[in-house]
């Protein structure tokens, strides 16, 4: 895994240059682009780190590359930088899940603070990614039987409960409940039921 | 002589004239003239009854006294008056025939006794020396014959005396044709004489009437001998009366103009550019504050008018002396008060025989008060563009803020990057250095931004200067720049004009940035991806009329809004002259323009709208006053240019603005 870094796209050079000079000065590693297009383009939405992108630019906006960005599943944190406090587009980008919503010209400090918390955030989230991504390839060790038990124990039946609504004995569905606990490594079915509920609950992450 | 009195002509009353020659039988009295100085002949005795019979006295015009003539100046005809003609009486309707038929009647009667009686005395003149001679001669053959006689026989003794009494009788015949001959040259002579003195009687009169002193009284006449004079003399008189009436019609219309020209405060002027005098109506003088005394020559009237004015005042009036046949110019004038009066001329040149300028007639009239409106309305025209610029700039206010804001954050975040290098050590100076050139560099370009936004808020009117058209475009692409990424714009720039026009650069970026508005406005929300083309290309003068003719809306395209903003005052006397030897009006010649499009791919625009967006207050947007297009075409017409609408072959709408080019064409 290589070191974050912070990915900059503003289509004013002046602008990116400075903003580029400015986190490096902070100590971030810094990679800018001069168009959302070039960014998309790159490999950088897979990397880690955080993007910080201009709100309007000609040909792809920023809001228009969150989107694409969303579909691709891409797990970077999004700090927007917008010239006027448009509120519309601040809200918009925050309910797509934006990091952070900064005007032009922007402090230093709210800047870096807000990259940190980005990286951070893009850290979490890979790990959280990391680690669904682990309880999904041990759900999808299960066989379809393992997996139908599995999702009546999460809604909390018995194991004579189970086995009446699967049609089968009691004796069988104790069998199988031992193989899915022993496959999801879990001990206890609270813990079974924390697993699956942060898979179910968030979207899967794509295969990316 | 009782039946010769004449009672007078004009002379005083009773004055009367005494034909010692003419029958009183024959005398022909002559009325005076009439109420409106008509002569009316009437052969008043019992002679004169057989030629022309009297009519009834009530019947005839009791014949007017002089001051019944002065009593009733006004009527020029009275009611319908008798007259006598070849001895008849007549109504006579049309006055002026009466007294021609009157004068005809004295010519077409019998000719005068004193001819006849010279006649009679040159006929017996010539007969009787004739005879005499005959006589002579039959004398001598008798002698002859009667010596022959006498030497030959007795009885012709007898026939001898015979001849001897002949001898007697033809001798005093001889004395009397003698005697005859010079009575009748003697006669001749006292005839020729009163004839001649009749003519010369009637050389004053009609030297008076020719004179030019029409208005006063013909002199008396004195007595005259012929029917032929008298009716001479009543032609003159009839001239004479015919010319005072001509002459009070003139003075008349005269009066007639001068109250209009009074009433309109017009100013009338003659300049007579051989003698180089200008002759000068009061009212003028009152008009350019001269004395009604004043004499005025044209370099007075130089120093009156503004010296801003006064070189194109007096190109227009030497333009007179070299064929231009009429001009009209707008001027201001200084008052020796200091009051400021605007002046419209009109100038009419006349020709000579030769062809050559002689004079100039000319009306002035003050329009002080009109041209005082005029700049009122500019000013309000030039306040409404100013405000409408405004009103664009507080739309755009997001995209310019954001404008400024770009070179703001590059200075901030670079100040703050120098500042944390700086902690750093070493401290790495030539990154700092660098740093610190690129915030010069962004402060400059902010810098840059405010002065083209404060020019664009300035109310100030800025001089037309050289402006290059497509950096123009670039420009003004670049300032609204964040609006159009707002809105999703692209727009594209085929930029070939490479011309530069004489403008208000400001009020030409405003006409730009209010077409790509329309244009932004036209895509909104209808296309994210919406495309303005705009492209500019030079027209040569051939072109540019080909592209007026087949060009789409043209008929009404030409810029006749009233505001005439920037360019009125900056030309105050705007003296077009229109001759055949003076090219046609500016605005009319075809020139090397350049055309800039600006289409875009909206809904497009009504063909009934086409021309009706450039109405004021009329808009076909939900939010708008309706200004903009109607203020851009004024601006662009003032530019002498001009700006209308067509639709693209595909859709959406293509504006049109065509602008002449700067002296000297390219950049």
Known sequence: MTAPTVFLVDDQPAVLKALARLLASAGFAVRGFDSALAFLDSDAAGADGCLVLDLSMPDMGGLALQQALAQRGCLLPLIFLTGHGDLDSGIAAMKRGAADFLAKPVDDARLIAAVTRALGQNREAR?????????????????????????????????????????????????????????????????????????????????? | MAGGRWPGWRAAPGHSITLPFWPAARTARLRPLGAAGRPYLRHASDDGAAIAPAPPRHALQAAPRRGRRAARPARLWPSPNFNTIKGKVCLSSPPRDATTMSISSLLQSKPAPGVRASLAALVIACVLPVTGVAAFLIVRVYDHQRGALLTQTGPGLALAQLTAGLHATLFSLAAATLAALVAGLALAWLIGGRIAQSVRALIAPALALGGGHHMAPLPPLPPLHFKEARALGLALRHAADGMRRVQAGMRESEQRLALVADAAHLGVWVRDLARRTIWMSDQWRALFGFAPEQTVQLVDLLLRVHPDDRVAVQRTLDQCLHGVSRYDMEYRIVL??????????????????????????????????????????????????????????????????????????????????????????????????????????????????????????????????????????????????????????????????????????VQLQQVLINLLMNGCDAMAGRRPGGTIVVRTRRLSAAEAVAASVAGPGTAAATAAAPCTAATATATAATATAAAAAIPAAPALTPADSVELIVADNGAGIAPADLERIFEPFYTTKERGMGLGLSICRSIVGAHGGRLWAGHNSDAGARFYLRLPLADGGAP
């Open chain 1, 127 to 208: 790990a959280d990614c990391a680690e669904r991504a682990a309880i999904l390839t041990r759900l999808h060790s299960l066989t379809p039987r393992e997996t139908e038990v599995l999702d009546l124990i999460v809604e909390g039946l018995l194991n004579k409960q189970v086995a009446a609504a699967l049609g089968t004995v009691e004796k069988t569905v104790k069998v199988h409940r031992a193989r899915v606990m022993t496959k999801m490594q879990v001990k206890s079915v609270t813990a079974l039921v924390r697993l699956v509920d942060r898979v179910r609950a968030a979207p899967a992450p794509s295969q990316s």
């Open chain 2, 336 to 505: 020796p008060d200091g009051e400021l009066r605007w002046i419209g001329s009109h100038g009419s040149v006349a020709l000579d025989a030769a062809g050559r300028p002689a004079l100039v007639h000319g009306v002035s009239l003050d329009i002080t008060p009109r041209k005082r409106a005029e700049l009122d309305l500019q000013q309000k025209q030039k306040e409404v563009t100013h405000l409408s610029r405004v009103a664009v700039l507080g739309e755009l206010s997001g995209a310019l803020a954001h404008e400024l804001n770009q070179p703001l954050t590059a200075i901030l975040s670079n100040a703050q990057a120098a500042l944390r290098f700086m902690e750093r050590q070493p401290v790495d100076l030539d990154e700092v250095r660098e740093i610190l050139r690129d915030i010069v560099g962004e402060d400059q370009r902010a810098g840059q931004i405010i002065r083209r936004l404060r020019r664009l808020f300035d109310k100030k009117e800025m001089p037309h200067q050289h402006v290059d058209l497509d950096a123009l475009v670039r420009d003004t692409v670049r300032l609204l720049r964040n609006d159009l990424i707002n809105h999703g714009i692209t727009v594209l720039t085929e930029l070939g004009g490479d011309a530069t026009v004489h403008a208000d650069r």
